[in-house]
């Protein structure tokens, strides 16, 4: 197996993330959009806002609640057939929110974004319900309260994003210092998910000059696929909830459960039932965010001396540890209209940057290990 990162890449890495802090302890202040429903269309996004809490290198400012419409109701009957499933109806993830801002103490702001696609990749949304429009506000609250530049991290459609850039373009040139978008495939022969949710969203980014880090979620052969420059890998089963903290098991029984419970807080203070956490840790469970999360948190993916693979904080890498690449390579991109992109390497740089991990069978390895090992140690 070879290891793709060098002393030269570890110390530029080191030196990008000294150069953006500005004192020693600082978090790095994040806004997480995410199609997050409950309950849920796809658990990872439950399963993957513990990060946003959790990390100590991260301080979450907002949560954007991405939702559109059909997911809302899929199944009745005037529903267009590509919209049908038997796991509706769902609403977006109101209850997931507050349930980690009760478990972590904290009162994170969460709003929604417009339910419908934007008309054209310069729609400001301003027309949507003005309940819609709550997202697309407090994205701008966010930024123009914000006394250093805050990163961005797109999981779902966008749309909140490029609408919120479209009202205030310099605020975004201003405040944000990178937006890193989970979206599209690293070939263009697939039409990815979060890209045909708003393909409008993605073309007004794709054609900004903002800072903007891709990770595909997909390859040419689908989501489900793993290639270089893709973030997917499959966990093999949540064994590892047995071990996380009691109220984040309850949590994440809660969501993968499909729970309904009314007293969802009442739920996390009481002990899980045992079958429960059996049918939740035999399951497998398909990631795709891990990689995100990592860049921001600056910490890099290891092979520690005792062969364990870890998530690691960059000022406790040792000359011993194995650095593997999770990393984010300059590139141009060419968007077309319904939002499907290529991307080439480029030596000059440009504001795209685009993921890049080696060895994907490698990384796979690494992150079924870093991962559990990660979220067992997060202590509310």
């Known amino acids: 197996m070879m290891f793709g990162a060098t002393v030269g890449g570890l ?42 809490y959790g990390l100590p290198e991260v301080d979450l400012k907002a949560v954007i609640l991405d939702v559109t419409q059909c997911y809302r109701r899929p199944s009745d009957p005037g529903q267009k057939q590509e919209y049908k499933d038997d796991t509706g109806p769902r609403d977006a993830g109101v209850i997931p929110v507050t349930q980690l801002n009760y478990i972590f103490d904290r009162n994170v702001p969460f709003a929604f974004g417009p339910f419908s696609r934007l008309k054209s ?25 914000a006394k250093q530049k805050v990163e961005i991290l797109s999981f779902g459609s966008a749309r909140a994003l490029a609408a919120a850039y479209n009202r205030e373009p310099q605020l975004f040139k201003r405040k944000v ?24 969203a993605i073309v007004c980014l794709l054609r900004s000059d903002l800072p903007i880090a891709i990770y595909p979620c997909g390859t040419g052969k689908g989501a489900f696929d793993l290639g270089p420059n893709n973030t997917y890998y499959l966990l093999e089963n949540l064994d590892f909830i047995r071990r996380m903290d009691p109220r984040l098991q309850r949590y994440a029984v809660y969501s ?17 039932p045992a079958d429960a956490i059996e049918r939740v840790c035999n399951r497998t469970h398909n990631v795709w965010e891990t990689a995100l999360w990592a860049q921001v948190s600056r910490r890099l993916l290891v092979r520690r001396p005792d062969g364990h693979y870890r998530m690691v904080p960059s000022h406790e890498v040792t000359s011993l540890d194995q650095i593997l690449p999770n990393d984010l390579i300059p ?42 090992a990660l979220y067992e140690s997060i202590r509310p």
């Open 11 to 52: 110390a530029s890495r080191l030196l990008e993330f000294n150069s953006h802090v500005e004192a020693a302890g600082e978090r790095v202040p994040i806004i997480d959009i995410t199609d997050l429903y409950h309950p849920y269309q796809d658990p990872g996004d439950n399963f993957d806002l513990i990060a946003a």
């Open 121 to 145: 990749p310069s729609d400001k949304a301003l027309d949507v319900p003005k309940f819609q429009q709550s997202g697309i506000e407090l994205i701008l609250k966010v930024l123009k309260e």
């Open 177 to 200: 210092r990178r937006i890193h978008l989970s979206a599209g495939s690293s070939s263009p022969e697939f039409l990815e998910w979060n890209v045909m949710l708003d393909p409008n």
């Open 256 to 272: 993968f459960e499909r729970a309904t419970r009314s007293d969802f807080l009442n739920f996390l203070d009481e002990e899980t």
């Open 331 to 372: 590139c141009k991109v060419n968007v077309r209209d319904d939002g499907i992109f290529t991307w080439e390497k480029t030596d000059t740089p440009t504001n795209f940057l685009m993921y890049y991990r080696g060895d994907p069978l490698l990384n796979q390895i690494a992150f079924r290990e870093a991962l559990p």
